[in-house]
């Protein structure tokens, strides 16, 4: 439900309607997202709005590719607005994810087989299952399988079975592989903690696979300024209290829901560096039990985005109360300075093509297209009214609840 209520949010971005507009505190710079170009792709077939999409370019065509349907990978040329090219993918399990880096490597991560679901799988066969991740090139060769293996990891003096820790096996799993260099950062464990009363026992919420050396490395760290007693309610039906993006020393950025710090994971000495990234709309996030997402209310803090070309953070804060549906987004230095603050949100599918900004997603209004949106960072006239208009706005839905 949340990432409808975004796609929703992006859908107006590519009809021009949302506008960003920010400035710093002290009012010496000021930043507005100019929505530069609009395309749109038409489709031949309806398709799932959550589709998996990502902008590249390839043999110097803009290109965007494409998870349709779990059985292939489906290439759009932009300037022709028409599908070039298609990778079938394995029919007897779906995709999770997949990462394009060139013709000769692309990275597919799939779900375990479909049987499995019916009968179960033991253990023993979950390790020898070498097809989940894999590296392929254009043509669809295989060219090499990883294996999920636990063996030599530090995830001893866990209550933990494999099944339990690796991807994909424990149920939702992000749309992006979150690479850097030989490591993939993942989540072992993406389940619901609407009530920490055991967080001394809760399993490793990050984790990082080596690609030479196939071995898995789980954090030891416990949730941040939480403890027994603490309570972090998030969306039932959801397991996105936890965010992240690569840093530019290519360390995970982790961003908690309930927290205003953002923590760097050191993992080779597994510690957890805070920093303060905190949105001057509110002094701190305030989440209400509650079901699902629409009937809930509150704010929390959700994804967070590294843009290399600009050598920016954007971390965003979702509001949803009786008569505030929106979003604001927090602009920060590599160093995690805060710098201003915006209207509208970015997240973990967000790309960066050198001073372009762009967003890759399917239309959820009229004919099936993939909509896609550059905008570019301007600098603009001081604006410091945005966060003390976001302030009243937030404040008397609060007070009329």
Known sequence: MRRAFLLVAFAMLCGGVLLFVSCKQKGEVCYKFDNNE???????????????????KIDGKEMVVANFENSELAFYDIAEKKQVHIINLLKDRGLCAFEYVNKDSIFLLYTLPH??????????VILADTLSFQLIDYDGNVKKCYHFNCDGSNIDGVNLTVKDVLPPYSGSFYHKIMRSGNMVFFYPCRYLYNDVEKISNSKPFIACYDLNTEKYYFT?????????????????????????????DGLPVLRFSYSSDVFEWDYKNDVLIPHTLKSRIIDTTFLRNASDWPYYEGAYYSDITYDPNMELYYSSIMFKLKNVHTASTIIADRNFNYICETSGFFDSNTQFFYDTIINAGVSLFGDPNICISK?????????????????NLVGKAMIND
Do not use: W
């Open 38 to 56: 609009t395309i749109t792709i038409p489709l031949d077939k309806h398709v799932f709005p959550l589709s998996r999409l990502q902008y590249c």
């Open 115 to 124: 049987s499995y679901y019916r009968s179960g799988i033991s253990d023993s």
């Open 220 to 248: 030891k760290q416990k949730f941040p300024y939480l403890n027994d007693t603490a309570y972090c309610p998030i969306l039932e039906g959801s397991s996105n209290f936890l965010f992240f993006c690569i840093s530019p």
């Open 375 to 391: 905008c570019k960072l301007n600098v603009c006239d001081s604006c410091d009214g945005y966060v003390d208009s976001m302030r």
